[in-house]
């Protein structure tokens, strides 16, 4: 499965595919981020990883090109990002990218995300390629950098969530859009006939009953003005192992890219995960609004 930048391929397969594995216990609690930028007045693409595991958290950002072929990549494994703060310098389009970071008054929930008191930039001749966090002032005064915000446009998200009944995460459907609370709700065990709720801001945007019949299956709605498809699939709680996981996948619906999906169908309901990955993959690689998946992983 390649749903994110090749960076994330032959090296950490076992990080970027974990939710294929057949138990939630070797499942990361990971958020991978995919930002559209520009170096050198190239299109390229920027992903940052955050993980957390027994060994503690880390960091990781690659860049690939407008091809999704890595250029290059460094990781902050646990025991570097022990350091709270640093910087490694790579190369790429010819020229020399400093990676900044620094996360010594991060404050984290139960994710793997900061949610303040960092930041992480990437920089090339000088200019900010990418800037995360709310210490703005801090990561250009580090960096050198010229006080010129950031082109930088969030694509794509992949997380993934753990409960029992109830998974809950913070998602966005464009850049710089509003912050929603998501909710998804499936009661599987002892109930003679579960059901699938999603709701955004505490308002149920959709309700799916005799889910033991519509395990795989897509609905629209409207956030903020956009149409967004959400794409489904609970066979695994269902029928699955009881460490199995779902698959939920948002994406905003463009005017341009409808014909793309509509000839794009899903014959075969066995190959859904895969399809996902694959339609992610091409609606980021061709700049088609934003996407997000959700492994939700049940935790009994």
């Known amino acids: 499965m390649r749903d994110f930048p090749s960076c994330f391929g ?34 390229c693409l920027i992903t940052v990883t955050w993980s957390k595991n027994l060994m503690g958290q880390g960091l990781s950002v690659g860049i690939d090109d407008s091809a999704n072929q890595c250029l290059c990549k460094v990781d902050i494994k646990p025991w570097l990002f022990s350091k709270r703060k640093g ?6 389009y010819s020229c020399k990218i400093d990676i900044y970071w620094d996360l010594s008054s991060a404050k984290f929930g139960s994710g793997p995300e900061p949610l303040e008191g960092f930041y992480v930039g990437v920089v090339a001749n000088k200019h900010m390629v990418l800037l995360l966090g709310d210490m703005r002032k801090e990561a250009y005064k580090k960096a050198g950098a010229n006080p010129v915000d950031s082109m930088a446009v969030f694509v794509a998200k ?14 966005q459907f464009c850049d710089n859009g509003q912050i929603h609370d ?34 795989r299956g897509n609905h629209t709605f409207l956030v903020d003005g956009m149409a967004v498809e959400v794409y489904w699939d609970v066979y695994n709680w269902l029928f699955g192992t009881s460490f199995g ?16 999906w509509v000839s794009q169908p899903i014959s075969n309901p066995s190959t859904l995960q895969w399809s996902f990955s694959q339609r992610f993959q091409d609606s980021k690689s061709q700049n088609l609004g934003f996407s997000l998946i959700l492994y939700a992983w049940k935790n009994e």
């Open 245 to 260: 996981n779902a698959v939920f996948m948002f994406k905003t619906v463009l005017a341009a890219e409808e014909k793309l």
């Open 182 to 215: 998501l909710i998804i709700e499936c009661e599987t065990v002892g109930v003679n006939d579960p059901c699938l709720i999603i709701r955004l801001d505490g308002r149920a945007l959709m309700q799916v009953k005799r889910i033991r019949w519509k395990f």
């Open 10 to 43: 032959e090296t950490g397969v076992q990080v970027a595919d974990s939710s294929l594995s057949n138990t939630s216990k070797n499942a990361q609690n990971l958020v991978t981020c995919v930002y559209q930028c520009r170096i050198r007045g190239t299109s």
């Open 87 to 92: 910087s490694k310098s790579l190369e790429a």
């Open 158 to 171: 992949k997380e993934h969530v753990f409960g029992k009944r109830v998974f809950g995460t913070k998602t």
